[in-house]
């Protein structure tokens, strides 16, 4: 089974930018992944905030956006908020079988 | 509005069955794949298995292949997760999903989640 990395941690600055990268053991991340963004928050269920590498949600703040970057899925958040605080994980789909990385804690401070 | 409430969570004996289920609304059920993810306490998120609009696609992660079963009643609008021969690292919290992007793996859409103990 492939392995999913993420940054275990991340900090930015209030109004800053940051960005999550997400690497696959198999070799380069493509579209054909179909990587997906999710955070989440203390005691509450995940939120997809990115489907399909790009894709947003209607409740998907500006701020967010998915992209492919240096062979990994990469979430760039533009002009973070204290309320992004939070573990983003990202998904990879292998062909019949999904796998989240590790998370990323995100401190906004 | 899309809904997926989870039931059937619980405190199992190691190697006892459990079956969970996820009633859907708010979409029309029968046309989109659905998935289960879990959660372990202060863990990350791990999917466990998705199935096809139509339930003739199953798919699942390595850890439960053999002893999950994921199936789905689209007359009853209703995702099943049948658990067998549960271990202790199968307690998590238990999310169903909506899968409305390209694969049928991922998940765009959330349950509260169901939480399932294995132990003695």
């Known amino acids: 089974q492939a392995v999913v990395t993420q940054e275990p941690s991340l900090a930015v600055s209030p109004g800053g930018t940051v960005t999550l990268t997400c690497g696959s053991s198999?070799?380069?991340?493509?579209?054909?992944?179909?990587p997906y963004w999710f955070q989440q928050k203390p005691g509450q269920a995940p939120r997809t905030l990115i489907y399909?590498?790009?894709n947003k949600h209607s409740w998907t703040p500006a701020r967010f956006s998915g992209s492919l970057l240096g062979g990994k899925a990469a979430l760039t958040l533009s002009g973070a908020q204290p309320e992004d605080e939070a573990d983003y994980y990202c998904?990879?789909?292998?062909?019949?079988?999904?796998?989240f990385g590790g998370g990323t804690k995100l401190t906004v401070l | 509005e899309v809904q997926l409430v989870e039931s059937g969570g619980g405190l199992v004996q190691p190697g006892g069955s459990l079956r969970l289920s996820c009633a859907a609304s708010?979409?029309?059920?029968?046309?989109?794949?659905v998935t289960w993810v879990r959660q372990a306490p202060g863990k990350g998120l791990e999917w466990v298995s998705a199935?096809?609009?139509?339930?003739?696609?199953?798919y699942y992660a390595d850890s439960v292949k053999g002893r999950f079963t994921i199936s789905r009643d689209n007359s009853k609008k209703t995702l099943y997760a049948q658990m067998h021969s549960l271990r202790a690292e199968d307690t998590a919290v238990y999310y169903c999903?909506?899968?409305?992007?390209?694969?049928?793996?991922?998940?765009?859409?959330w349950g509260q989640g169901t939480r399932v103990t294995v132990s003695s």
């Open positions: 998904f990879l789909s292998y062909n019949g079988a999904g796998v």
């Open positions: 708010g979409f029309t059920f029968s046309t989109y794949a």
């Open positions: 199935i096809t609009a139509s339930g003739g696609n199953t």
């Open positions: 198999t070799g380069v991340v493509t579209s054909g992944h179909f």
């Open positions: 999903g909506l899968s409305t992007g390209r694969t049928v793996e991922g998940t765009n859409y």
């Open positions: 399909d590498t790009t």
